[in-house]
């Protein structure tokens, strides 16, 4: 079946520094890939996606890119802030078919001033 | 544009006693889930629906509890009786029916049993 691993947090890093979250996923058939973002007491909020392969999903200095190649959708940022501390989990979906989400378990973040 | 509502936000409530969630989904769309968040367990699926039809209840845990969207505006999730394990975040979220079936959470219900 469809399943979603993401690396173990959490990741700990200090203002300013270069961010990288793996995930890495199986699936069968061209899933759709998604980054989402739970700030502390909050939902999940969506922060990026992707549909297809080779696609680049970005949203407030976040990006991934789909790789089929290497079935990954690694999320970066050159440059982080206190404000990005939250959890960040990585998802996908089927297209056609099987609308739901499968979720990685998440990893925390930490930035520190 | 509104989100996806729910209320309330927290609850206490006592073992035994009957719980009811409340959910809006975003105007529109129409598939409609149910999520319990947990430290141990994580995110997990209880229910969906699409078109206010139930599709999927593999994941409600048990027959205490139960599910119901009368209409494309609202929902519920009810647990009757209530226990100390089901103490969590219970989110709602909302989806189109089509790809790439991004969902849109709700700011989440945290229920507290004692």
């Known amino acids: 079946g469809n399943s979603v691993t993401q690396m173990e947090g959490p990741v700990t890093l200090s203002e300013e520094a270069f961010l990288t979250i793996n995930c890495t996923y199986t699936a069968t058939g061209y899933p759709s890939l998604f980054w989402y973002v739970q700030y502390p007491g909050e939902g999940l909020q969506l922060l990026l996606k992707?549909?297809?392969?080779?696609d680049k999903g970005s949203n407030k200095g976040f990006e991934a890119t789909y790789r089929k190649e290497t079935t990954s959708f690694h999320l970066e940022k050159g440059s982080v802030q206190v404000s990005d501390s939250a959890v960040y989990f990585c998802?996908?979906?089927?297209?056609?078919?099987?609308?739901?989400?499968?979720f990685g378990t998440g990893t925390r973040l930490l930035v520190s001033p | 544009d509104a989100g996806v509502i729910q209320s309330p936000r927290h609850e206490v409530t006592e073992m035994g006693q009957e719980v009811t969630l409340r959910c809006k989904p975003i105007s529109g769309h129409n598939s409609l889930f149910w999520y319990r968040q947990t430290m141990m367990r994580g995110l997990e699926l209880l229910i969906y629906f699409n078109n206010n039809v139930p599709i999927d209840d593999s994941g409600m845990p048990e027959d205490r509890f139960s599910a119901k969207m009368p209409n494309a505006s609202f929902s519920t999730l009810k647990i009757q009786p209530s226990e100390p394990r089901d103490s969590a975040v219970y989110f709602c979220a909302s989806s189109l029916l089509r790809a790439p079936y991004e969902q849109y959470f709700g700011p989440g219900t945290r229920l507290t049993v004692t």
């Open positions: 998802a996908l979906s089927g297209n056609t078919g099987f609308q739901k989400l499968v």
């Open positions: 992707a549909t297809k392969a080779d």
